[in-house]
């Protein structure tokens, strides 16, 4: 296996993977499916891969879970969706795609076979899709990725919707009744004063959106932007109110950038009693034509526990169960210059202006973490590891009185959190000749990392 390929987040072995779906707790395990490609690692003929986990660090693989139906409703592909209890059978509610469309999709739905059995391996789709389309009068011209969850002691489902006239919205449904869906209105749209003012006008499209609640009862709808092609991710928080009878409308306070990377899109919410958790899509930042020698192309980021700070910002922090990767012992507890891992867990602490250099090539160039608590920013220099993708590879720059920052590496994914209010993902390759090599310079006050380790045999 090549220093690029992540180990430990979820990435089937082969093939192609894009957006997270349906993640769902059942039977004390973790299930999270995701969008595959089994035969090549390009996107067309899309299934739902399958992998669980007890603890949410180490993680099984399953048969591919959902694959397109010859002569189905989702016979062009299984499409971005969500997975609920419906009365006590797990049933998966996502994107038919049938051979004959035009850019719009159907909800369709597939139940598990086998609902004692824990690892969920056998679905069975049902032969019709409950929602075969957009209501009619709006003029939808995107209409894809059921998000269904519970409010006001009934199941409401949010679609992701584009029109005619390049407005985003999210549509709402009635399906307390998973087999009987009644249009509800549009729960928001890109006219909203303060979606405008925090995503601006590029998106045409909003995708996978998704809903949770906090222990303040704070709700946040987290979007995809899409403009053409996937753009970025944004959040908004607010109030979820009833409106008229049997309808509900989301009055948003404030939002922002979900991650201010550039290889993060499509992310997925898992609500729990006690918390929400959220993994999104990184996708490759390489030429094809090294996609397609590894013979895989896509990996799904670490657990991030979300929530939202007391002012509306987004609150996001590492799932506490990700120390379960960490060695017995750290290989850094210092300042010593170190040779990193391929995978690892460092977070380093500052009480002024410092730099985090992790990753030095053979002419020089570097890959730094900069802390700036005092002008309060937290810069991400890739210095010289270029990116084969057209939104470029200059440093990123957030705004947050940073003391503290959290790096977790495995492989080329590169996920930074800056203190519990800024994620950055990124992909980054290593060449010949690189170096990764830990060197902590300036005013740091601590320094600790942990190489990630797979699960000691029982």
Sequence with gaps: MSNDAPRFRVRPPAGWINDPNGPFRWRDRYHLFYQH????????????GHASSADLAYWEHHPVALGPTPGGPDEAGCWSGCVVDDDGVPTAVYTGVDGHHTGLGT?????????????LTDWKPLPTPVVTGP???LDVVMFRDPFVFRHCGR?????GAGHADGTPSVLLYDCDDLLDWRFAGVLLDGNDPVAAEVFGDKAVGW???????????????VLSLWDGDPCTTGYLTGRLQPYEERELCFEARAGGRLDHGRDFYAPAVLQEPDRALMWGWSWEARAQSE???AGWAGVLSAPRVVDVHPDGALRVVPAPELQLLRAAEPFVTGFARVAL??????????????????LRSASG???????DPDEGTVTLDRGGWPRARPDGSAPIVVRAPARQVRVLVDGSLFELFVDDRVTVTERVYLRPGDVPELVVAGNAEAVTGWELVPPTPA
């Design 37 to 48: 490609n089994p035969d090549a690692p390009v996107h067309t003929n899309v299934h739902w």
């Design 341 to 358: 891992p391929q995978s690892y867990d460092l977070t380093v602490t500052a009480r002024g202006r410092a730099t985090v250099s992790l």
């Design 207 to 221: 995708e996978c959106p998704q809903l949770y609640v906090t222990a303040s009862g704070e709700w946040v709808l």
């Design 135 to 137: 209501p009619a009068g």
């Design 107 to 119: 909800i369709c739905l597939a139940r598990a076979v086998v609902p004692d059995d824990e690892t």
């Design 365 to 371: 160039a570097e890959l730094t973490v900069r802390l």
């Design 155 to 159: 199941r409401w489902a949010l679609i």
């Design 291 to 293: 996609v397609e020698h």
